[in-house]
């Protein structure tokens, strides 16, 4: 009777959703007071107060946006190619998007989290996850560019990351999927999940001084769907909190059978305990295959290496790194108050949102005040740990941040409103409605110590009646709500790219001034830069063709080029001599098959082409860089394969006819 109440409590759920996303809200027409446009302007040639870093979802792509203009400043690509920028096409960027299956030119990116020290955002990098192939990128703030990718072995859906300690020691990812480990046989039926699937957990190490990540450790946990995670802080460092759905190790159907327990769990990790079993030499070394990409802003280029060995914790084995909480059921949130103290679960399907408390978890496990374990993994009692519980806040809480005043705001999916209660009396507050279908929310710095309480932004699964029509499919959305006040109020509606998930905010004065300008062209160390036109040159080695130009306002050097024979493979190494401040320029020829290239100020990109045919291709500037900008251009002559045309190029020279006729 209990499961059957639980299913058709989700089924009333979807059905208040359904009528939720069908009819516009009386009041949608008049949310905004008079003062709103006032409070969201940026007044040309002003900056913006916040950068606004915002996943792309299935784009795999991260959105960056100014606050409160709403303003789309950079859209930086990470795991899906982007001609725009040449990104995953040109030949130096390609080894970014390696992974032990090959080349992946696509992932689905959910979440942003932006670096700490002392439990502060400190500017310095922005991480994102690959749901699809489990990866985790870093983000450099100073180019804002991809800098490093690490793939996750013994994981599927890398959905629950990359969530990051107080000092960033770790960046941490919970599988979405349990799997069979990857040293095991994987080929086995689906239906013995129980018995062959397990959960991982990855902990990232990454270097204070240039971030370098590296998989210090992994443990291995029961076969469950891991959600999304945060770190304790304060009293509460040295451990991390993550959401856990699918207790019942259902493997078909999962809106059904993994509907039919009352709760499913928090699991609390004790990763200081962790990295002890692991210098006391108690980890398991597994053999696993998998990428470790970076880029050099020096060379302009990555490199890609597979690694082949990870360190695995048992937490079966070592039953002091991982106790379970239970908590209301299919939770999708799990968040940490600026003190370190309060924990913040969800459950999707109940109505009410449960708050631990650090002090009384510790003191239960101190007590062993167990309701037993749960594959050998210790569960704590659900009133032992327990705070208290936000009565009748709203229909499908999901997820939480903070404003450092004590209040506290959820997002409620169902119901499409973000609420504010009080973390100590648990009280709600305000509520304020969405439009429509609210995901995740943001408050700069909302996750850390120290938040900035002066805006929310809510982002959306649903806009029908915000936007012009686009067809069925409609543009994503952002609403930036003024929570400086007692009440909140809505000034901004803004489209995103992608469907956004998470998203972080920061300060734009930690980042601007720390902003990369231009490369210094005598830094350039691509083993391909020309560091002047006299430099250029094009080489034959066998069927293979280096054409090492130049680009500068308003010319390439060499810009003709004759003696390419069909079937060759060209690589031309394009160094944009500029040094002067958002001066990049472009490249692209007829008939190449991958994308341009983007060529930053002192930097060298690489563009691989096929020749395919004899005959005349035109190459150009795609950045428009100058009053002569159309101007710029070349052409590459193709004679047929076997043919004696000698291999020429030039700038603003014109070879006797006789020097490039083909010798019969």
């Known amino acids: 009777m209990k499961s059957i109440r639980i299913i058709a409590a989700a089924a009333f759920s979807f059905s208040l959703l359904m009528s939720f996303n069908s009819c516009k809200p009386k009041n949608a027409g008049n949310a905004v007071n008079a003062d709103a446009a006032s409070k969201a302007y940026v007044a040309p040639g002003k900056y913006d107060e916040f950068y606004n870093f915002v996943s792309g979802g299935f784009s795999g792509q991260l959105a960056t946006y100014g606050l409160p203009s709403g303003r789309l400043l950079r859209v930086i690509p990470v795991f899906s190619v982007d001609p725009e920028k040449g990104w ?15 080349f992946v030119p696509w992932d689905d990116l959910h979440h942003t989290e932006l670096s700490q020290t002392n439990g502060e955002i400190d500017g310095r990098w922005v991480f994102g996850n690959a749901n699809n192939t489990p990866r985790v990128a870093r983000i450099d703030l100073k180019t804002f560019r991809t800098a490093e990718i690490i793939e996750l072995p013994n994981s599927a859906g890398n959905h629950s990351s990359p969530f990051i300690t107080e000092n960033t020691e770790y960046v941490v990812a919970g599988t979405r999927f349990s799997v069979p480990p990857d040293d095991k046989n994987g080929d086995v039926p689906i239906n013995t999940y129980k018995q062959n699937f397990k959960g991982t957990i990855s902990f990232i190490s990454v270097a204070k001084e240039d971030g370098k990540m590296d998989i210090a450790f992994q443990i291995q946990c029961p076969g469950v769907n891991f959600d999304l995670s945060h770190a304790g802080k304060g009293k509460s460092h040295g451990w991390f909190f993550f959401s856990c759905y699918n207790t019942e190790q259902a493997n078909t159907l999962l809106e059904v059978n993994a509907s039919q327990k009352d709760k499913d769990f928090i699991m609390a990790v004790n990763w200081k305990k962790a990295e002890e079993y692991l210098k006391a030499g108690k980890g398991r070394k597994q053999a696993v295959k998998y990428a470790h990409n970076t880029y050099s802003d020096k060379t302009h280029s990555a490199t890609s290496e ?67 374990d749960y594959d050998g993994i210790p569960v704590i009692k659900y009133e032992a740990a327990l705070y208290g519980e936000v009565q009748k806040p709203g229909l499908g809480p999901l997820h939480t941040e903070f404003d450092g005043k004590g209040n506290a705001y959820t997002t409620f999916f169902v119901s499409s409103e973000v609420v504010k209660w009080n973390i100590k009396d648990l009280k709600v507050l305000d509520r304020a409605p969405t439009y429509y279908s609210v995901g995740h929310l943001c408050i700069p710095g909302g996750d850390s110590k120290k938040p900035n309480a002066k805006y929310l932004i809510a982002y959306n699964k649903i806009t029908k009646d915000r936007y012009l029509p686009t067809g069925p499919e409609l543009a994503q959305s952002a609403q930036l709500y003024d929570i400086s006040g007692d009440k909140m109020q809505l000034i901004l509606d803004f489209p995103t790219i992608g469907e956004p ?6 300060s734009a004065d930690l980042i601007k001034g720390n902003s990369v300008k231009f490369f210094k062209i005598d830094e350039n160390q691509n083993p391909y830069v020309s560091k002047g036109e006299g430099t250029t040159k094009v080489v034959r080695t066998g069927n293979r063709v280096d054409v090492n130009m130049t680009c500068i306002r308003s010319h390439f050097s060499p810009d003709n080029i004759e003696g390419i024979k069909a079937g060759d493979e060209v690589y031309f190494h394009v160094t944009n001599l500029e040094q002067d401040w958002d001066v990049p320029h472009g490249f692209a020829i007829k008939g190449a098959n991958t994308g341009e290239l983007l060529i930053m100020p002192g930097e060298t990109q690489t563009l691989k082409w096929t020749a ?26 193709v004679s047929p394969a076997g043919s004696n045309v000698p291999l020429l190029f030039s700038t603003g020279k014109n070879y006797p006819v006789a020097d490039t006729a083909a010798k019969k």
């Open 88 to 102: 995953g096409y040109s030949e130096e960027t390609k080894p970014m998007l390696n992974t032990s299956h090959g």
């Open 306 to 372: 597979i690694k082949t060995e990870v360190t695995v914790l048992d937490a079966k084995e070592l039953k002091d790194i991982c106790y379970f909480i239970p908590c209301p059921k299919s939770p999708h949130g799990c968040d940490v108050d600026p003190t370190g103290e309060y924990i913040v679960g969800s459950g999707k399907l109940a109505a009410l949102i449960p708050v631990f408390s650090f002090d009384k978890m510790i003191k239960a496990i101190a007590d062993k005040a167990y309701a037993g």
């Open 501 to 506: 998930h998470y998203a972080q905010a920061v």
């Open 612 to 637: 395919e045919k004899a005959g005349m291709f035109p190459f150009y500037c795609t950045d428009f860089c100058s009053a002569l900008h159309q101007e710029m251009q070349g052409y590459i002559r």
